[in-house]
């Protein structure tokens, strides 16, 4: 005959695995190859920042991270605090090499993140500017020729592209004209670019915006004709629906995972009554970061 267990004891075992889950998994993140390389983070401080700046150690890099070229110039926005910038992050999905090639200028702001296999190029001219905890995730090829800029909280999904340089020149044969084959990319505030995403030159896009289909092509200006929370996809990017907002908030999410474990019914607030932008991004912008 076996035994039942009573519930009292169910929750010991489960307390007890929680416990040695929480142990094994602090000693897999210490242990794990892809952690911070101090070696690689002071020679890209003192190597790119002003001195009382780089012994801070304000940008952290992590294994895996190559640098083709550090002849540009790194500024940071803001306080400059310990580790407030994250590049060659390894979480769920990182792949191959991060690497750096800076030959202009990089800006960051507090609470950026670049996740491994990211590639970064800056040209002589070029401009690369992260907003205030923006997330960059694995596999992601940024390319300033001449000016990028993401916006703050926004989230740049797995394997996108941002460039803003055809690195070609493209002639009308019946007019003879020829266009410039450069123009700034300005990403919005709390943007979430889905996976895959390419990004072209001359590429404008409003606050507040979510480009929700894979391998969507974005190459204009998008401000006119599309309002701030709103879902645009596609080839090219059109508007498909408004008045969708993504929840940045990280204590909303919670709540949202907590709900949904427990029920099937939909997590309706009244947007009459509620905080609706304290609900999607109030805590995040105290310290959260987008995923």
């Not at 076996?2 to 040695?20: E, G, P, V, Y």
């Amino acid at each position: 005959m076996t035994a039942r267990l009573s519930s009292d004891d169910r929750n010991r075992i489960q307390i007890r695995k929680s416990f040695f889950n929480r142990v094994f998994s602090t000693l897999e993140s210490r242990l794990w190859p892809f952690r911070v390389s101090w070696f690689k983070t002071v020679y890209f401080n003192l190597r790119t920042l002003p001195f009382r700046d780089a012994i801070k150690l304000p940008v952290y890099i992590y294994g895996h991270t190559e640098f083709s070229s550090l002849a540009g110039r790194v500024e940071i926005a803001g306080r400059v605090t310990r580790g407030m910038v994250r590049i060659g992050k390894r979480e769920d999905r990182g792949q191959g090499v991060t690497n750096i090639r800076n030959l202009g200028l990089m800006v960051f702001h507090d609470g950026v993140t670049i996740m491994q296999g990211c590639d970064l190029y800056v040209g002589p001219s070029g401009r690369l500017e992260i907003g205030a905890r923006a997330r960059i995730r694995e596999n992601v090829h940024i390319y300033a020729s001449l000016s990028v800029r993401i916006g703050a909280l926004t989230g740049i999904a797995y394997q996108s592209t941002i460039a803003d340089d055809d690195f070609h020149y493209l002639i009308d044969t019946a007019t003879g004209a020829v266009a410039a084959c450069k123009a700034p990319i300005v990403i919005g505030a709390r943007n979430w670019i889905g996976s895959r995403t390419v990004i072209k030159k001359g590429t404008v896009t409003p606050d507040d915006i979510i480009v929700a289909s894979s391998n969507s092509v974005l190459s204009r200006d998008y401000r006119e004709s599309v309002p701030p929370y709103s879902v645009i996809g596609g080839v090219p990017a059109r508007l498909l629906k408004t008045n969708i907002r993504r929840v940045f908030n990280v204590v909303s999410e919670e709540t949202l995972h907590r709900h949904y474990a427990n029920s099937s019914d939909s997590f309706v607030i009244d947007p009459a009554i509620a905080d609706i932008d304290g609900f999607c991004v109030r805590q995040v912008e105290k310290g959260g970061t987008c995923v």
